[in-house]
């Protein structure tokens, strides 16, 4: 595709529910991003993915978050038992550059409410 | 203290109007500094980047990177309405990959 995918653009969910977001990078990109968007907050890294290394999960806020990147292609991010304080903008973002990831597109994001 | 600190704004300017937007930063081991720009409701794109200290330009846009004061600055010249939105810098150690952001700054260029 021309750029990234993320779906859906929108959730809704309740609390204690598990939701799954999907990121389809630009084809041939070799790293992955995700991050989430609070108002007020700017981005704040969850996790990279680049190639076949182990991911840098570094900044995932709890167990309840995993994410998982199939056939170095795409990718989907987890949330288990969500809490309102999940209610965010997830954002994915692939790169085409195997070392310095200077050049990250992002996609439109996801936008989930937890109720 | 957070990593890199960005003024939130709102900024609103007249149209023709130079806009300054500047970001100040903690870890001296960032080597890459970056800024975004991102529409209501649309993911971030990237403007340009600039690595270690030094200036780079491009159209109506100028980065400028101090890492003697740990600061970097966007300029924007003859500001347009479309230029309205939300400014973000980014940095990055190329050891790690992270982008780090700042909390972005509301732009509004008024006509």
């Known amino acids: 595709g021309a750029g990234v995918s993320q779906s859906p653009s929108n959730k809704v969910t309740e609390k204690g529910k598990d939701v799954e977001l999907r990121c389809d990078p630009i084809?041939?990109?070799?790293?992955l991003y995700w991050y989430r968007q609070s108002l007020g907050q700017g981005l704040e890294f969850l996790i990279y993915?680049?190639?076949?290394?182990?991911?840098?999960k570094s900044g995932l806020p709890s167990d309840r978050f995993s994410a998982e990147r199939t056939g170095g292609s795409v990718s989907t991010l987890t949330i288990q038992r969500t809490q309102q304080e999940d209610s965010a903008v997830y954002l994915c973002?692939?790169?085409?550059?195997?070392?310095?990831?200077?050049?990250?597109?992002f996609g439109q994001g996801t936008r989930l409410t937890v109720v | 203290q957070k990593e890199v600190e960005q003024d939130p704004g709102p900024l609103s300017v007249p149209e023709g109007a130079i806009v300054s937007l500047n970001c100040t930063y903690s870890?001296?081991?960032?080597?890459?500094f970056m800024w975004y720009r991102q529409y209501s409701r649309k993911g971030p794109e990237l403007l340009m980047y600039?690595?270690?200290?030094g200036n780079k330009e491009d159209g109506r846009f100028t980065a400028q990177v101090d890492k003697s004061s740990k600061y970097i600055s966007l300029f924007i010249r003859d500001s347009q309405p479309s230029d309205s939105a939300t400014y973000l810098c980014?940095?990055?150690?190329?050891?790690?990959?992270?982008?780090?952001f700042g909390t972005g700054t509301l732009l509004a260029v008024q006509p």
């Open positions: 084809s041939g990109h070799t790293a």
């Open positions: 870890n001296s081991a960032f080597q890459y």
């Open positions: 993915f680049q190639g076949n290394s182990a991911p840098d």
């Open positions: 980014a940095m990055m150690v190329s050891a790690t990959n992270k982008l780090i």
């Open positions: 973002a692939s790169s085409p550059r195997p070392t310095v990831n200077t050049e990250a597109f």
């Open positions: 600039t690595y270690s200290s």
